[in-house]
């Protein structure tokens, strides 16, 4: 049996470790590969030591970057399980009536040798069905911002930062719930994500680089995403799915907004190499998302839904549609995603000399720079904030 001295110097010796230990964490919080810290606000913690975020002198230094925004919370809470706000037994004939104008939603249809092999009901499901795929992805890919958002509550040193972190997680968290009870409602269960978001959506949640949380996030697919909620609002007959979407827009015009505050404290001072190295990472998924998304083998289970095999399809729009010329047709229009994605990174700096004839190959990019700063959506959420606030503000009285 251990002597009373000989338990002493265990225990002295168990406190010196644990000293070690938390030095040891400390020290380990090396910069994260690439973070590019070029403003406190987004200094990195590594996500594997924690003893950093307790540090006494890190909660004396919160950014005020993003107060403003998380203030404006309450201005457009809302509730996706109270009817005050939207009520998903709202019926709409879906065999008999399309939910979206076909023109941008079911591409396909343009070709006459594919819209010919289905008749009028067939085609009012295709269109349907190619919403649903479209609606699915946007449901994982606020799941992805979700995750993402958490990630970067273990990621960002900043008190301020930290807390806008979990605060859009809250918001991408009712995004997830009001996209799936919609989801339910019309069809019962969401189509699996596309091969192609689900890589990118991984790469991004996953990656330990902090701009491509921030970029890869808050620029490019929130980019996208709300390019495709101004063409979803504007094309949709469903008037359910019309308000989902412009409730959603309330939040995702607050998230648009944390990278553009990244950029503007960030992209001016890197270095050319850093500079370099996140323009050619933007270009990279960029394209990735650009000539795969809509790939015809993302979409098998639509065509497989009225009868029609993914591999025909894809050979008849190869011979008989010229997709360069759509492509650049549909990204001519304002709410485009794919202009839109681009315009956001013009005017974040993303984009410069090096890379902009990649993106000119799609749209105007003179046009783009002499736009204002005000981005698609923006009046559509601002519209429904006013919406909300009345719902709250008859909620309060």
Known sequence: MPTFQEWMNFAKATVRDQRFSIKRAIQLNNPIQDRFMKDPAYEANNPDHFVPLIEVERYKTRTSHFDKIISATHSHFWDPFDTDYIDYTESFDMENDMMVKPDVFAIELRVPAIADRLDEKQKVKFVNESLRWTLSNILHG???????SASLCHVLKDPGAQEYAANQAREEGRHVAGFARYIEARWGEPLPASDTLARVLDDIVTSPIVYKKIVGMQMLVEGLAMGAFAMIFADTKDPLLRNLIQLVMTDEAFHHKFGKIWADKTIPHLSE????????????????????????????????????DWRWVQKTMLTELNQNDVMIEEMRKDNNIFRVLIKTMLKAGIITDRTRQIYAQWVDMDELRDESDEMVGDAIAEEGIKRIEKINFNKAA
């Open 142 to 148: 606020e799941q992805g911002a979700l995750s993402l």
């Open 273 to 308: 190499r850093e500079r370099e190295k996140v323009e050619d990472w933007a270009v990279d998924v960029f394209q990735d998302l650009l000539f795969n998304l809509v790939n015809p083998a993302q979409k098998k289970l639509v065509y497989q839904s009225v009868g029609l």
